[in-house]
């Protein structure tokens, strides 16, 4: 299980803001087994552009690689897994790196979402 701790993981983040006057924000981590932890969401309280908004977006993002690993921790073994939270709850995507298409095709993602069966 590619489990880093939470100095590591908010060294290593890169955080992406939709633009300057948003709370939407996207980070991504590299883990120790070469894949990819991505994070979406959005702050809320705390002043844009400030080092307590990218503490907090850094938090949320913690918070939902640690609840990731718990409930499902082979899905950080098996390829890239991406998180993105919305009004409608929270919507993960696993894309395999261990395997090659066939020719003509791409890789398949697995999603969980709300309301999926």
């Known amino acids: 299980m590619p489990a ?12 992406t ?3 300057p006057h948003s709370p ?4 991504t981590v590299p883990l120790p087994n070469g894949h990819t ?3 979406s969401g959005s702050v809320a309280g705390v002043p844009l552009g ?4 990218v503490d ?3 938090d949320m993002a913690w918070q939902n690689y640690i609840q990731g690993l718990q409930s499902n921790p082979g899905a950080f073994s098996e390829g890239n897994v991406t998180v993105a939270s919305s009004t409608q709850g929270q919507t993960m995507t696993i894309t395999p ?3 090659t298409p066939a020719p003509g095709t791409a890789y398949q993602t697995v999603t969980v979402a709300p309301g999926l069966p």
């Open 24 to 27: 939407d924000f996207t980070i």
């Open 97 to 99: 790196t261990n395997i």
């Open 17 to 19: 803001w939709a633009n």
């Open 50 to 53: 400030t080092q307590n908004a």
């Open 4 to 15: 880093i701790g939470y100095h590591t993981f908010g060294e290593t983040a890169q955080i």
């Open 37 to 39: 932890f991505t994070y």
């Open 56 to 58: 907090q977006a850094v």
